[in-house]
């Protein structure tokens, strides 16, 4: 489905006008979201936009690793359950490719050419573009200067990670509450996976071999997998296991971590002072050491209201958004969503109100996400395969057992490679 055209666009006009569809009934739109804080928002902005156009929005709000499932499932399976979804660069060329999303085409007034390259480029197939993106994001460092000051120790851009440790354990404060370094432990292919495989990348390993066979058994993946539990294990809070994204941005947000390495757009909800930023550490291979994501919208093939669907997807992740949101009394320009269009990068209002927006321009444009001997697939924290959501939520699961002391990093790696194996084996590869 190709949705263009002046005879779609005056159609559109004259029906959103009223809130009713081509049936005749009111629109509603029933919209899967991750539960963080930038789609969050985007319930309030988006009241603005049901004022003007009549269109009920009936918003789910899902934690990450829950909302990945359930959309999968009701995709996968045409249920039905909603008009639009929240996917991203794993899924939305895989499922585009599949027919199980519908390709998206907007208006000349979107300015689809606005879109930073490696982020349109990683949702799209063959050219189309099939998930439109809300916000985007690399990986980075951010950090406590007073404390790293306080303690003589200096952060730079593209670290060693034995420096990282060498900080982290200089203005770790546990008895005051302060922890050197606060890192996803809890199990997901896109919570605890998607850092760790920066660091395996960063060590030289790799998920797969050119033959798409597991490589988690390599000297590698040993290397990382170890760094990481110690690093962790030591200079973390207690708990690890359990947090991801929201849960280490609340400890953060309380001046309980000196340092984090997450993703970039994390840095628009940080409320304690004089945080500062870096480009991530590597272990001698800066290739693959940040990640590349974006949260991006979609349409489920066959759905009833795909039409005003797209007009909502046009609308929330266009210009016109970024400036309702910078222009809004509860958010601000610092709050706008990010890593999606160049031309926010240029506003003078988000430069001044934003201090990390070079840092994590930069962390976006340097990503790596295309195919290479040492990774032979594209993707940079995940493999742009079909099977990898499965194999990734499996070594998931043995990474944080090993990071829980539940089993050692040997026999997590052993399990997860045996894992692995039979999933890919029985993929046919």
């Not at 909603?82 to 998206?104: C, F, K, R, S, V």
């Not at 490589?215 to 947090?243: H, R």
């Not at 609340?250 to 409320?271: P, Q, R, V």
């Not at 594209?378 to 990734?392: C, D, L, N, R, T």
Request: hydrophobic letters at 45%; aromatic letters at 10%.
């Amino acid at each position: 489905m190709k949705l263009k055209g002046a005879l779609r666009a005056a159609t559109a006009m004259s029906l959103l006008a009223t809130g009713v569809s081509a049936d005749g009934h009111a629109t509603e739109l029933t919209i899967a979201i991750v539960n963080n804080g930038h789609m969050i928002n985007m319930q309030t902005v988006a009241e603005a936009y049901t004022e003007e156009t009549g269109v009920t929005l009936n918003w789910v709000s899902l934690e990450e690793g829950v909302l990945r499932e359930q959309v999968t499932s009701d995709t996968a399976t045409g249920g039905g359950q909603y008009d639009i979804i929240n996917i991203g660069m794993q899924e939305a060329p895989i499922w585009g490719q599949a027919g199980w999303i519908e390709a998206l085409e907007f208006g000349d007034d979107y300015d689809v050419d606005d879109m930073l390259p490696a982020i349109r480029n990683g949702l799209s197939a063959d050219g189309t573009l099939y998930a439109a993106p809300f916000y985007g994001e690399s990986s980075m460092v951010m950090y406590r200067k007073d404390l790293t000051d306080a303690a003589g120790v200096e952060i730079a851009d593209n670290d060693s990670w034995d420096n990282i440790k060498a900080a982290a354990a200089a203005i770790h404060d546990p008895e005051n509450d302060v922890y050197g370094v606060c890192l996803r432990g809890k199990p997901g292919w896109g919570d605890n996976m998607a850092f760790i495989t920066t660091v395996v990348n960063s060590f030289g390993g790799a998920w797969f071999d050119a033959d798409f066979k597991p490589q988690l058994d390599s000297d590698e993946w040993n290397a990382a997998i170890n760094f990481y539990v110690d690093l962790l294990g030591t200079y973390g809070p207690p708990g690890s296991e359990g947090n991801s994204f929201n849960e280490i941005l609340a400890l953060y947000n309380e001046g309980k971590c000196g340092m984090w390495i997450d993703a970039t757009i994390a840095a628009s909800f940080l409320e304690v002072d004089g945080v500062a930023y870096a480009q991530s550490p590597n272990a001698g291979n800066p290739v693959g050491a940040n990640w590349l994501w974006a949260w991006a919208m979609a349409i489920p093939a066959g759905s009833p209201n795909a039409e005003a669907a797209a007009d909502f997807i046009e609308w929330a992740t266009s210009k016109e958004y970024i400036q309702a949101v910078g222009n809004h009394p509860d958010f601000g320009w610092g709050s706008v969503p990010t890593g999606t269009r160049t031309s926010t990068y240029a506003i003078p209002e988000f430069q001044e109100a934003a201090a990390f927006a070079d840092a994590e321009l930069a962390a976006i444009e340097s990503a790596a996400p295309e195919a290479t001997d040492l990774k032979p697939y594209v993707g940079v924290q995940f493999a742009a395969i079909p099977e990898f959501p499965e194999v990734g939520s499996a070594v998931a699961q043995e990474m944080a057992a090993a990071l829980s002391g539940a089993k050692t990093v040997e026999e997590a790696l052993a399990d997860a490679q045996a894992a692995a194996s039979a999933i890919m084996e029985e993929a046919g590869y």
